[in-house]
């Protein structure tokens, strides 16, 4: 009984020592301590972490030169340059360390991945590959933005989603994803039954992906989020991914805001809004859609007097709409649930 107690006791004071605790958020710090002493990294080196913080250019495929020049001097004739020791971004781990450690470990359920531009393609697939060979995995959210995935990597992470059960949330913005990517991630939603949230801002899938990601709307039934801000839609993917809400019943959130819908677009929300009234979406973010006085009048024409019951923020901020709108006596007035800026600049609801 000593002998245990003595070994317990141990192990508490090396735990408290290392500073690991159930549930910790481990940073890059806490990698850095662990690679010296695990180089291979593996999935239990971070047995006890819930959450994986590595957001910042700290993971790359090759280490950066182990010399920098740099030009001190302001002119032409007085230029100088002088050979530093890099001290910052050194990369952290490659992807194959990092595919090491998601493929074999249980317990971290979020991990955060943004702003390591060294992972690009390669990366993206090494990491996908890794989550859908895991089968003890616990990974529930995932933000993986600003890592130059692309095409190559939207494709990876689709096929990650057609196996896996467990992720609930995932955020791929600014990934430079095209429209073969966005398809790719399309068909995996099509047999995904877990995913609630699907961030894309800011990829360039075009209407040829939102034309993809409507044909998943169509069958998908868990994904309750879809965010699209900024991703070169216009009013023929508006209309395709409106006309799969004419069958998915569970979407609650469709952002399409900084898209060059137009007024066409707005006519195209018009018609969805008066041939499914009952629909079961909450949100549907509209700002800066390059929508007019026009498209916002054929918009208030359907929601007034009867606004959808669910329907709950239909957002209009950012375009140019001003007093162009009418509804039955009040003028320059929009109806619940949209939101618009006024001539003041303010924004009502």
Known sequence: MRLMLSRAFFALLFAAAAGWES??????????????????????ALAECVIL????????????????????????????????????????????QLGELLGANSTISRVQLGWNFGMKEEGAETVARAIQLNGDTKLRHL????NEMGDRGGVAFGQMLAANAQ???????????GGVGAAGLAQGLKTNAKLASLGLW????????????????????????????????????????????????????????????????????????????????????LR????????????????????????????????IISRGVSVGDHMGELPPPIQWDGPDGQYYQ
């Open 23 to 44: 549930g910790k958020t481990c940073t890059t710090d806490d990698v850095r301590t662990l690679a010296k002493k695990d180089a291979k990294l593996s999935g239990t």
């Open 53 to 96: 913080d590595l957001r910042g250019e700290t993971i790359a495929p090759e280490m950066l030169p182990r010399q920098v020049v740099v030009r001190t001097g302001h002119g032409i004739e007085d230029k100088e340059d002088t050979m530093i020791e890099p001290t910052t971004r050194m990369p952290l781990l490659t992807p194959a």
């Open 143 to 146: 933000e993986y933005h600003l």
């Open 167 to 177: 992720l609930t949330r995932l955020t791929l913005d600014a990934n430079r994803i």
């Open 202 to 285: 800011k990829n360039p899938i075009g209407d040829d992906g939102a034309v993809a990601l409507a044909e998943a709307l169509r069958v998908n039934t868990a994904l309750k989020s879809v965010a699209l801000h900024a991703c070169g839609i216009t009013a023929n993917g508006t209309a395709h991914l409106l006309d799969a809400l004419m069958t998915n019943t569970a979407l609650e959130n469709l952002d399409l805001s900084g898209n060059k819908i137009g007024d066409a677009g707005a006519l195209e929300v018009a018609r969805w809004l008066q041939n499914h009234p009952q629909t079961k979406l909450a949100s549907l973010e």
């Open 288 to 319: 800066g859609a390059d929508i007019t006085a026009a498209g916002a009048q054929a918009i208030a024409d359907v929601v007034w007097p009867r606004p959808p019951p669910h329907l709950i923020d239909l957002d209009l901020r950012g375009n």
